[in-house]
Each structure stands twice: as C-alpha cells, then as structure tokens.
DNA sequence: CTAACGTTTGTCCAATCGGTCAAAAATTGC
DNA sequence: GCAATTTTTGACCGATTGGACAAACGTTAG
C-alpha cells in the first residue's frame, strides 16, 4: 500500500552522519574538495572507507551536505540586519558576529572559501539567487539609512564584501596573521585587537 | 678546471620554462596544488608531459618556483610605502595599488590564496621570516604617522591587514562579487566603485 | 655527411584514488 | 532464544596520478 520508500532513520545513522560530517569539514576546509580523500575522512571519524559510503553514497554527496547546511549558518548574521534599530548600532552588532563567526567557526570559513576561490562549481546557483536577493535586501536599507543621513553615502554592496572580506580573514588567512603578528600578539588577543581596529575603521568611516 | 655542472641555458629554455610558469600558474590558481595534474598543466602549455618533466623536474618544482617568484612582486606595493611623502596620499597609493594588482593579476592572489588557506606548508618560513619583518618595519612607519598626529590612532599591523583583505577580495571572491552585483555592474565598473569606496572608507576612517 | 648535443614523445610503472560487493558482525524485534 | 535487519569490513576493481626511461627527433658545428 505504501508505494514509497520508507523513509528509515535509526538514531545511530543520524549520529553516524554527523560524526562524518564533521570529519569532513576538518579534512575539506585544510585540503579543499580534491585535495581531500575518502579515507583521509574516514580515518578522521574513525571508520573504514566502505563503512563511510554506507551512510553517504559518494565523496560529493559529503561535501554537498556541508556546503548547504553550512550557507544557512553562514548567513544567519547577515539576515539579523534590519531597519528598526539604529544604523550604527546595527552595523557595530554585524561586524562584531561576524568576527565572532571566523573567531568560532574558521573551518566553516574555509570551506566556504575554498569553495568560492576554485569558481563556486558546486554553489554558483546559490550565489546568484538565495545570496543576491539577500545582499540586494540588504543594500535596500543601508541605502535608506544614507538617505536618511545616517551614515555616509556609499555603495552598500561593496561595504558588505568589505565586512565580509575582512572578518572572514581572520579565519582564512589565519596562519598569515599569526605569522605576522608573532608570538606576542598573535595569541588569543587578536581577535579583540582586530574588533577594536574594525569597529573603528567602520564607525569612523561612516560617520555621515 | 671547472669542477662546478656548466650552467646550460639556451634561449629555448628560458622560453619553455616561461611558457609552462604561465600555464601553471593557470592551472595551479584554479584548482590548488592537490586539484592540478601535470598533464593539465601540459595541455595548457602545448607540450606532452615528459617534456614538461625535461624543464621541472616534479609538479612541486613547478609549484615552488611560481610561489618564490610571486612574492617578490606581490610584495612590491608594499615596499613602496615610505615615510617622506604625505602619509594620507601614501595610503591611498598603496590601496589603489593593490587594488590594480587584484585586478590585473587575480591569478597571483589566488594562487597565493590557496596556498595560506591550506596553512602555507610551502612558505610558512617566508611568512615568518621575510613577510614579518616587512609588516614590522612598515607598521613603524604607520605607528610615527600616528604619533605625529597626521592619521588616526589604530592599530598599523591590522589596517594592513584590512587593507590586504578588501583588495585581494575582489581577487579571490571575484565569482561571488560578480554573482551578487550581477550583470548591470558586475562588469568592468565593479574595480572602479570598489576603489571609490575603498579610498572613501580608509581615509574617512583614518582622519585623525 | 656525421658526430654531438639538445629536445620531444610513446610507453610503462607503482601508488593512490573513488567506489563496489559479498560476507561477517552487531543489533533489533519478537 | 532466533530470525530479520542494520552496521561494518576485507578484498577487490578500473581509472587516474606523478614520474622514469629509452628511443626518436631536431639542430648545429665541423
């Protein structure tokens, strides 16, 4: 009577996937999608090879997996935005979970970003549709608060890659700074010196 | 008398050698160093590949001599940077000149992105080493211009950083700045109202 | 012409890759 | 307990990979 499939979910297969996933993330976000192997994760989650193809049916259909549940998370600082509170408050409050999200979720980052660096060949339909309408909405109201004189007149769009491109450095290039910045400062503490630096920059920058 | 090997070194081997840099670099900024093969690396350059093999001796020969190459180039706008000018002019040169460099080589950037990304196995010395010391001497310059009133108080180690990650942005994330601006101005003008705003919040945001 | 040298390629190899399969082991429902 | 089902694995396969090698080709100097 039941044409369909049933749709079967024992408590260890959702336990199983996730310990898989977040193998992956660790392996795909440091080697990128065909700098990473299959055993290179099952290792990681502690399992054999064919054991990991039990519960997903290919190498892609990992990687596919992480990459959309991971746009929504990714996202989600981006859509808090909204035109009711005060533009400078608002635009403090985004930078800040932003910095937070490369401070907390760097391999996220970096996977997003190796994704994007080799063409976005897996997400390209994502970026055109779910991501432009968002920043377009976006824009709509950083614009109104220029109209409005709130804060200077600019191009919202590219002050959105401008928050994004530099929170998200912490996290992408994170071996650079801590490079850079030396055994001194490039300790836990850089993530406060890079938030006090960008709320600066920011606020003083916009200042209407 | 000569026990030293003779340094051979035709006019065809100079070509060849360029010819396959070029392709490489091609390939390897594309794809990152685990995601090219050789042979695509030959297709690109016209050659089969034991003739590639004949001028570099391993893919990682290849890969290393384009790192060790860029980064003297890369570098170079940075360099630039000296304290006798105008510390406000000296701020927007720098920033318009690596924005050219994201717009002129975005291959370099990529190439040099992917390689931080996978956490600089092959230049992680370099980072230390060279790249510090540049950053160090240069935020000395910065910290005197501070100190003399003529920009802001910040913190000079992290505008660089900001100043790197805005620009080299529009390098490494080009496919998603083009899929969010879309047809209208995600064509050529995208450099153009990325150095306006650019120059608009550095300098707004750096008045002292 | 020919010997010497630089250049190019077809062929081959061992290692690694993504993925299959059948059979064993563990778990579950009764 | 036992049978059905789910989970796990060793062994295997074809394709691709980086690289080796010797033979062929081209060029030049005498």
């Known amino acids: 009577m039941d044409a369909a499939a049933k749709p079967r979910t024992t408590r260890i297969q959702v336990q199983k996937r996730e310990l898989i996933l977040d193998a992956a993330l660790d392996v795909f976000s440091t080697n990128g999608f065909r700098g990473s192997t299959i055993d290179q994760i099952a290792d990681a989650a502690g399992m054999s090879k064919p054991n990991l193809l039990y519960y997903f049916k290919s190498k892609e259909d990992i990687h596919t997996t992480l990459i959309e549940r991971l746009l929504e998370t990714w996202l989600a600082p981006l859509h808090e935005i909204d035109d009711i509170g005060d533009p400078m408050t608002e635009l403090r409050a985004y930078i800040r979970r932003k910095l937070e999200m490369a401070r907390d979720y760097p391999r996220e980052s970096r996977l997003f970003a190796n994704e994007i660096l080799q063409g976005a060949p897996r997400i390209m339909p994502l970026l055109e549709d779910q991501l432009k309408s968002l ?53 836990d503490g850089r993530f406060d010196d890079a938030a006090r630096f960008l709320e600066q920059l920011f606020l003083e920058g916009l200042r209407p």
Chains 1, 2 share one sequence.
């Open 135 to 187: 920043v377009d909405e976006k824009a709509h109201i950083i614009k109104g608060w220029m109209r409005d004189g709130k804060i200077a007149q600019t191009d919202p769009r590219h002050l959105i890659f401008a928050i994004w491109a530099t929170t998200q450095h912490y996290a992408d290039f994170d071996v650079q700074v801590r490079a850079v910045l030396g055994p001194d400062r490039g300790g």
